[in-house]
């Protein structure tokens, strides 16, 4: 077995084939079937290719059939699949790329290189400039050139913007727009972006207005604006600084309910949805609802009633993932999902003292100000010099001052330090110090290097350690800059669960660490969460929503989450002895299985 296969290599895999298969013209079901796949294998919180060596039955998995079971068997039993060399050996070399480019559907792609001998976007742009892409049936003059548009665009950014980014941008044009359109009534994000997916592709914004022929030219009026894409009266779509493109499509207030459902998505949950409707006798478009004997369009003014219309409750966007959450919709069982309010303290903040940008009393001062019942300043261990780490002397200072501050507020201050994890597993202070802490989290800040295993057994050790009390930002990844560091993040969570170790979901939006994805596995197995902002600056407190947001897409509600217990029960939590604080959590949450 191939154990350095993922499941994101897997979803690559079948997401490629089905591609390759639209090329070709195959049959809508096949492609379907991979597309199904690789949807349902990317929210999995588990590892496909480990449930494969040990010899379980995939085909218990939604969208997964005997064939697509056979595929990830041969897939990682040897590395290589033999129906998937086949298709690449029938198509052109980079043929995958064209379909990358906006405007370049399978049939496009299959006659751009078929009859023009295409095989990369810089041929692609080529044939656009003189004329040849324009020759081809069904093309013309126009959809070249937004061909040529698009590719021109893709080269000014990346393939996926991270989250952070994506939404300062939407903020900042939502609010030009407001400034520029006095009869603007409503934007509306939608998309990747309202799903809150860790990076978005191009930025979704739907708009009422009283005067809607006003709003598309007012977009392209932007100073931010680098280059206009398309100028309709339906859509426009542009792309701004730092390279995000943007469409903007007007709805009406009658039905944007269906508007707002359609082009949310995602493709996987809708293609589902659409079925399911189909089954009942009904169609569905971004209009609204239509029997499918004939019948007017029935139009929803929010997606409650579009939902309702279909027999079923609201389903948050965050949920959109085309795996079970039309299975819960149907049989009542969707999660009460966390919300911002839900959060009663912040356990990982950094002050001046270390590498924060504000004094200790103005950090202090901040979080009181949002009402929080309790805090931890956690500023950064000795070793990390160019954070200028606190040394023990330093630290020992820092704890005192603390404790007088907690006089002045009505909340708990809770005396911390975000400890450095050694390369060897080892902790950057010595336990003794470590003993006159409240709250410690280890984190990985170098070595990042180390090959699996190791990375694996490091952070275990740090678990191991009866002072250590959450692993923060386990995969050290900082989203579009640095991967991931390598490790078995099942073994490492079956590690904070034997230990007692709390789990951090960093909701700095360059790190929303840990991913959805390991945050349900941590769920499932009941390790309580604790969402962070790792602030250092009084501004970055308002991350938490990106921390809720990954809580909510791992189907997390209020009791999942450490920090959002009151601090009665959060207190007895953290004087509980280390061994006995995952059957304490358990108990929190209403038993051991409740909610997990």
């Known amino acids: 077995m191939n154990m350095r296969i993922n499941n994101e290599d897997i979803v690559r895999l079948f997401n490629e084939m089905a591609a390759m298969l639209e090329i070709k013209g195959d049959s809508a079901f096949k492609i379907r079937a991979y597309q199904r796949a690789a949807s349902t294998i990317e929210q999995l919180s588990w590892s496909l290719a480990a449930a494969a060596a040990a010899g379980d039955d995939l085909r218990k998995i939604p969208g997964v059939g005997k064939a697509i079971s056979e595929k990830v068997q041969e897939y990682v039993s040897t590395g290589r699949v033999a129906a998937y060399e086949r298709l690449a050996e ?5 043929v995958l790329s064209l379909l990358e480019v906006p405007g370049m559907g399978p049939k496009t792609v299959k006659a751009a290189t078929a009859e023009l001998g295409i ?3 810089a041929e692609l742009e080529q044939a656009a400039l003189d004329g040849r892409l324009a020759q081809l049936p069904r093309m013309g003059k126009r959809s070249a050139e937004n061909i040529l548009r698009h590719i021109r665009a893709q080269r000014m950014r990346s393939d996926r913007t991270p989250l952070g980014i994506a939404t300062e941008t939407c903020d900042a044009v939502t609010a030009a727009l407001f400034e520029a359109c006095a009869n603007l009534v409503s934007i509306t994000p939608a998309g990747s972006l309202r799903r809150w997916e860790e990076t978005i592709g191009d930025l979704d914004l739907i708009a009422v207005s009283e005067r809607p022929e006003e709003t598309g030219p007012a977009l392209a009026a932007l100073p931010s ?26 709805g009406e207030p009658d039905a944007m309910g269906a508007m707002l459902q359609y082009f949310t998505g995602s493709q996987q949950h809708n293609i589902r949805l659409r079925d399911y409707a189909n089954r009942r006798g009904l169609s569905l478009n971004e209009y609204g609802i239509t029997a499918v004997d004939g019948g007017a369009t029935e139009r929803f003014a929010n997606e409650e009633m579009f939902y309702a219309r279909l027999g079923l409750p609201w389903i948050a966007p965050e949920l959109r993932r085309g795996a079970e959450e039309l299975d819960a919709a149907r049989n009542g069982t969707l999660p009460e999902l966390l919300v911002e309010s839900d959060l009663r303290g912040d356990l990982h903040l950094h002050s001046d003292w270390s590498d924060g940008k504000f004094p200790l009393e103005e950090m202090v001062e901040a979080v009181a100000a949002l009402g929080y019942e309790y805090m931890a300043i956690t500023d950064h261990s000795q070793g990390l010099g160019v954070a200028n780490g606190l040394t023990p002397e330093r630290l020992e200072r820092q704890v005192g001052i603390l404790k ?23 902790m950057d202070f010595p336990d003794d110090v470590l003993a006159m802490l409240d709250w410690v989290i280890a984190s990985v800040h170098n070595a990042m290097g180390q090959e699996r295993g190791v990375m694996t057994a490091r952070i275990a050790r740090a678990m191991e350690n009866p002072y250590v009390t959450a692993i923060g930002h386990a995969s050290a990844r900082l989203l579009g800059r640095r991967d991931p560091v390598d490790f078995d993040i099942e073994a490492l969570l079956q590690q904070a669960r034997d230990t007692g170790t709390a789990m951090e979901i960093n909701a700095a939006p360059e790190r929303l660490d840990l991913k959805d994805t390991h945050a349900a596995r941590a769920r499932e197995l009941g390790i ?3 969402i962070n902002t790792d602030s250092h600056h009084v501004d970055g407190l308002a991350n938490r929503r990106f921390g809720v947001a990954v809580a ?15 601090r009665a029960e959060f207190l007895a939590w953290l004087r509980t002895p280390k061994p006995e604080r995952t059957a304490r959590f358990a108990a929190m949450a209403g038993g051991p299985t409740a909610g997990f």
């Open 90 to 94: 029938e198509l052109p070399p980079n």
């Open 119 to 121: 095989t990369s976007v």
């Open 225 to 250: 604006v680098r280059e206009v894409l398309v100028a309709g009266d339906a859509k426009t779509s542009v792309v701004v600084d730092p390279g995000i493109q943007i469409d903007l499509r007007i």
């Open 404 to 426: 007088s501050l907690q006089e002045r507020y009505g909340m708990t201050i809770l005396c911390g330090s975000e400890v450095d994890i050694r390369a060897d597993g080892a």
């Open 528 to 530: 309580p969460l604790v």
């Open 552 to 566: 909510r897409r791992a189907w997390c509600g209020p009791q999942h989450v450490l920090n959002a217990y009151p």
